[in-house]
């Protein structure tokens, strides 16, 4: 790190959890954020700021004025922008010592897969159940950590899945596929801190696992009601006969 750097990132390295070896690591740290609205923007500019080396943002959208309420990546000059563009200059103002890449497009297949293998945390900030489960795969493939959130209304949800310990639930071990409907802010509403405190605590997630600092949210649902400010938490545990992450264990019982 040079003098700037270290004024830079100062008050993080402060921390014993961090120090200078930590920050060290985080900017040689790799993270893919899949989605660029109200979630990845508190997500991708806490972890630009916090100094993440290298930075993905894939978004297929195009920033609408139903966005600006909530989206804090995007403003009213990029209307009609794509969105992974428009979060890509957002970061780089935030802190241009980043490499930052724009992806603007939905995120799948081939791509996903390689992506998710490169990055060292995914951040998952979609808005549907479709990709969700896609980035989970990948994600259980390639032994990649994942923090998951969503929000709508006032409320919210955040979990951490680890897959490089196999006894650790996946999010398809949560969510029964193919029989979710999507609740989309679009269709449901939500007001604008909600996303906020959600993407910020998949911010803090991220940082924490690249850190190496023991986290309570690995393999816990926690839900957030807006409107008491509580929180709940539901510890998950991994489903046996899960078809993402469950043939091992399958396997196991074969040969038992
Ligand atoms: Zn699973």
Redesign the pocket.
């Known amino acids: 790190m040079n003098d700037d750097q270290l004024l830079r990132y100062s008050r993080q390295i402060m921390l014993p959890q961090v120090d200078i070896a930590g920050q060290e690591t985080l900017l040689a740290a790799r993270v893919l954020i899949v989605g660029a609205g109200g979630l990845g923007s508190p997500a991708a500019m806490y972890l630009a700021a916090g100094g993440i080396g290298q930075l993905v943002i894939a978004d297929h959208d195009t920033v609408e004025l139903s966005n600006l309420q909530r989206q804090l990546l995007h403003h009213d000059s990029d209307l009609g922008r794509n969105k992974a563009a428009s979060a890509k200059d957002t970061l780089a103002a935030v802190n241009p010592g980043l490499a930052i890449t724009a992806i603007p497009e939905k995120l799948a297949g081939k791509r996903l897969a390689t992506e998710t293998a490169a990055a060292d945390v995914v951040v998952d900030c979609s808005d549907n159940f479709a990709t969700r489960f896609a980035i989970n795969r990948a994600c259980?493939e390639h032994r990649t950590p994942l923090v998951s959130g969503a929000a709508v209304r006032f409320e919210g949800q955040l979990a951490v899945f680890d897959k490089r310990q196999d006894e650790n639930?996946?999010?398809?071990?949560l969510y029964e596929e193919g029989h979710n409907e999507d609740e989309t802010c679009t269709d449901n509403g939500v007001l604008s801190p909600v996303v906020g405190i959600i993407g910020a605590m998949q911010a803090l997630e991220a940082l924490k696992l690249l850190l190496s600092i023991e986290s309570n949210s690995v393999g816990r649902l926690q839900l957030f009601n807006g409107l008491t400010s509580e929180w709940r938490t539901l510890t998950l545990s991994?489903?046996p006969a899960?078809p993402?992450?469950?043939t091992g264990q399958a396997q196991q019982a074969a040969t038992d």
Request: with cysteine; net charge positive.
């Open positions: 259980v639930p996946c999010y398809r071990c991994r489903d899960c993402v992450c469950g």
